[in-house]
Each structure stands twice: as C-alpha cells, then as structure tokens.
C-alpha cells in the first residue's frame, strides 16, 4: 500500500502523538504551527497526565502550552531550535494503519485522535 501525502489533511492548531519506547511507552505531543507547500512545522507541547496505576496511566496534550526547547524525541536538534519541519503523509482507509502520520526515526507519530493516550514508565 502506498502512502500519500497529506498536506490537505493537516491544519494550523492540529496535534500529532509520538509515542515510543522498549520497556515502556512515552508519550509526547506535538501540536501544527505553521504549514507550508508539502510541509508542517511542530512544535512539542505539555502533557495532562492522569495516573491509573503503578507506574501507568493516560497522557493528553495541552495545547498552546509550547516546551521552549525542544526536549522531545520527534524534534530533539542539537541546536535546541523549538521546532521542526515534517512531510506528513497518510494511509488509505484499508491499510493496516490508516490515518495521517509524520516521519519519526523511532517510534510512531500519528495525527491525534482526541482520546487519551496510555503510558507507562519504568523505575
């Protein structure tokens, strides 16, 4: 199945979830603040965290509420700018992970789908 782009897709204001990890799952937000021809500008923003048990629980984004450098995986440069610019592209409905999605070297960074997202951490 090929992906396709998805510019059209993708909106100022609209938040992707990074999540990734091997013996447990991080959870980072990052919410749209510019786009431009094929691409969109992110920027990582601060997490709601409500916890549900030991060491797991359910993270939400709290949009507008921009991490001045960036800390996160998605967008970690070496110059600390705040942000970073991604190619989102989509899977069509019939394939095995449909929806909009932008590149991340590890984990997978999907367009938010407005339900809470679960994490778990480690010691």
């Known amino acids: 199945m090929l ?4 510019i059209t897709d993708v909106q100022v204001g ?4 990074h999540t990734w990890g091997y013996d447990q799952t991080n959870v980072e937000w990052y919410q749209v603040v510019a786009k431009r021809a ?7 923003v601060a997490a709601e965290i409500t916890p549900s048990g030991d060491m797991t629980g359910h993270s939400r984004p709290r949009k ?8 996160g995986a998605l967008c970690a440069k ?3 700018a705040p942000s970073c610019v991604k190619r989102p592209y989509k899977y069509p409905a019939n394939a095995y992970l449909p929806g909009v999605w932008v590149p991340a070297v590890y984990g ?14 480690y010691a």
Do not use: H, N
């Open 64 to 71: 507008d509420q921009f991490i001045p450098m960036a800390t």
């Open 3 to 6: 992906k396709e782009s998805a």
């Open 38 to 44: 094929a691409t969109i500008q992110l920027r990582q």
């Open 108 to 121: 997978a960074c999907r367009l938010w789908d407005g339900r809470p997202q679960a994490y778990s951490s």
């Open 78 to 80: 070496a110059d600390g």
């Open 14 to 17: 609209d938040v992707f979830c």
